[in-house]
């Protein structure tokens, strides 16, 4: 009875020490010990055979020795005249540890691949933030240009010139006249400006939707409601503060924003049915004093 050495038993049927352990305790079998180094465990080649049998693990030829065994077995050690069976026993243990070794591999390079993964996805949400940044700070620099340029008029408010051609306010108003029809251009221009409620300077609050000119319902009435119910998005200028309102996707949610320094600085305003005027004022008087603070 030859005894292999633990390790030895392990590259024999490809699994490591703890399974090997595992498999020992459920055939019923245990570990001996080495005739001269009690401190070594060793199987004999009756029981790596069992285990191998059991869990359907090939061993085409007898184990080889361990170095420390060898010494021991020197008198049972194969003729010199079949050195081939020898070597073949040699190295065929090899394999193991080579499958072993390509699964680890693989095992790293997958790592690698989901850390560069994880990273672009990073680099994309940080690119398509910064590109929201950017149009949002676009939109702003040209709404206060066109404020600018915009000429005034006393007793209007300038949000109302916004919507009027300067030529057709230079012309006398004439009941009689048919208005004239929009060009294409001047159709695709007014959608792209959002509604607004705006404080005028004669101390009243003005509703300019850019289809339908000034609107004249009374403020928090049911026609109010009807109509923020009917917008995606708009803006209001307060006396205490200014902000662009938006739906969030299909809902009756509503959020106002503000950028400030290239940052959007967000306030929660409520359902449709909540977005009084009072409201309003408060998220505006909030957004600004908190801007006020970081200036």
């Given at each position: 009875?030859?005894?292999?050495?633990?390790?030895?038993?392990?590259?024999?049927?490809?699994?490591?020490?703890?399974?090997?352990?595992?498999?020992l305790?459920?055939?019923?079998?245990?570990?001996?010990?080495?005739?001269?180094?009690?401190?070594?465990?060793?199987?004999?080649?009756?029981?790596?055979?069992?285990?191998?049998t059991?869990?359907?693990?090939p061993?085409?030829?007898?184990?080889?020795?361990?170095?420390?065994?060898?010494?021991?077995?020197?008198?049972l050690?194969?003729?010199?005249e079949?050195?081939?069976?020898?070597?073949?026993?040699?190295?065929?243990?090899?394999?193991?540890?080579?499958?072993?070794?390509?699964?680890?591999e693989?095992?790293?390079?997958?790592?690698?691949?989901?850390?560069?993964?994880?990273?672009?996805?990073?680099?994309?949400?940080?690119?398509?933030?910064?590109?929201?940044?950017?149009?949002?700070?676009?939109?702003?620099?040209?709404?206060?240009?066109?404020?600018?340029?915009?000429?005034?008029?006393?007793?209007?408010?300038?949000?109302v010139?916004?919507?009027?051609?300067?030529?057709?306010?230079a012309?006398?108003?004439?009941?009689?006249?048919?208005?004239?029809?929009?060009?294409?251009a001047?159709?695709?221009?007014?959608?792209?400006?959002?509604?607004?409620?705006e404080?005028?300077?004669?101390?009243?609050?003005v509703?300019?939707?850019?289809?339908?000119?000034?609107?004249?319902?009374p403020?928090?009435?049911?026609e109010?409601?009807?109509?923020?119910?009917?917008?995606?998005?708009?803006?209001?200028?307060?006396?205490?503060?200014?902000?662009?309102?938006?739906?969030?996707?299909?809902?009756?949610?509503?959020?106002?924003?503000?950028?400030?320094?290239?940052?959007?600085?967000?306030?929660?305003?409520?359902?449709?049915?909540?977005?009084?005027?009072?409201?309003?004022?408060?998220?505006?008087?909030?957004l600004?004093?908190?801007?006020?603070?970081?200036?």
């Amino acid at each position: 009875m030859i005894p292999i050495a633990q390790m030895e038993c392990c590259t024999m049927l490809g699994v490591g020490p703890k399974t090997l352990r595992n498999w020992l305790r459920h055939a019923g079998l245990s570990f001996i010990a080495h005739p001269t180094d009690a401190r070594l465990k060793c199987l004999t080649e009756e029981q790596v055979r069992q285990l191998a049998t059991l869990h359907a693990r090939p061993l085409p030829l007898p184990p080889p020795a361990s170095p420390t065994l060898r010494e021991e077995a020197a008198p049972l050690a194969l003729p010199e005249e079949n050195p081939p069976v020898k070597q073949e026993q040699e190295t065929l243990p090899v394999s193991a540890p080579t499958t072993l070794s390509e699964e680890a591999e693989l095992r790293k390079t997958m790592c690698r691949l989901e850390a560069k993964v994880m990273t672009l996805q990073e680099h994309l949400t940080q690119l398509t933030l910064e590109l929201l940044r950017e149009r949002s700070e676009r939109y702003e620099q040209r709404l206060s240009t066109l404020e600018a340029l915009l000429p005034q008029q006393p007793g209007s408010p300038s949000s109302v010139q916004e919507l009027v051609p300067i030529a057709s306010a230079a012309r006398p108003h004439s009941p009689s006249a048919a208005p004239r029809p929009l060009q294409p251009a001047e159709l695709h221009a007014r959608s792209r400006i959002l509604p607004r409620i705006e404080y005028g300077t004669q101390g009243l609050y003005v509703l300019i939707c850019p289809q339908e000119g000034v609107l004249s319902f009374p403020l928090d009435s049911p026609e109010w409601f009807d109509w923020l119910a009917s917008l995606a998005s708009f803006r209001f200028l307060g006396p205490q503060g200014r902000f662009t309102a938006y739906r969030e996707g299909q809902t009756r949610t509503w959020k106002a924003y503000r950028t400030f320094r290239s940052r959007p600085h967000r306030r929660y305003l409520g359902i449709t049915d909540r977005l009084t005027l009072a409201r309003l004022e408060q998220v505006a008087a909030s957004l600004q004093a908190e801007l006020t603070s970081l200036s």
